[in-house]
């Protein structure tokens, strides 16, 4: 059975800091490209950081510079740290683990809520 079980979500003042978790069981993690999404309210999942298959790692342009995507394989755990947060960054933050040898497979976690605000 896959879990991808994220923390590490809560309330935060403009300016602060989190670093979200997410742990992977159930699959391959070397096989997987992790990354992570959002999702506000009223609008579309869209990607805030993820790394490819061919080793490179994408930002959406909003949080380039303030936010980090990094992974331990051997907890197969992947971090998102999120530095100089913004109101505009409140969302519900989803794992996503995207197969590198299946095509089209994909798994996600539950979420986690994020919010910004003083």
């Known amino acids: 059975q896959v879990q991808l079980v994220e923390s590490g979500g809560g309330l935060v003042q403009p300016g602060g800091s989190l670093r979200l978790s997410c742990a992977a069981s159930?699959?391959?993690?070397?096989?997987?490209?992790m990354g992570w999404y959002r999702q506000a309210p009223g609008k579309q999942r869209e990607l805030v950081a993820a790394?490819?298959?061919?080793?490179?790692?994408n930002y959406a342009s909003s949080v380039k510079g303030r936010f980090t995507i990094s992974k331990d394989n051997a907890k197969s755990t992947v971090y998102l740290q999120m530095n100089s947060l913004k109101a505009e960054d409140t969302a519900v933050y989803y794992c996503?683990?995207?197969?590198?040898?299946?095509?089209?497979?994909?798994?996600w976690g539950q979420g986690t809520q994020v919010t910004v605000s003083s």
């Open positions: 790394n490819t298959a061919g080793g490179r790692t």
């Open positions: 159930g699959i391959i993690f070397s096989s997987y490209a």
């Open positions: 996503n683990a995207h197969s590198i040898i299946v095509k089209d497979l994909d798994y």
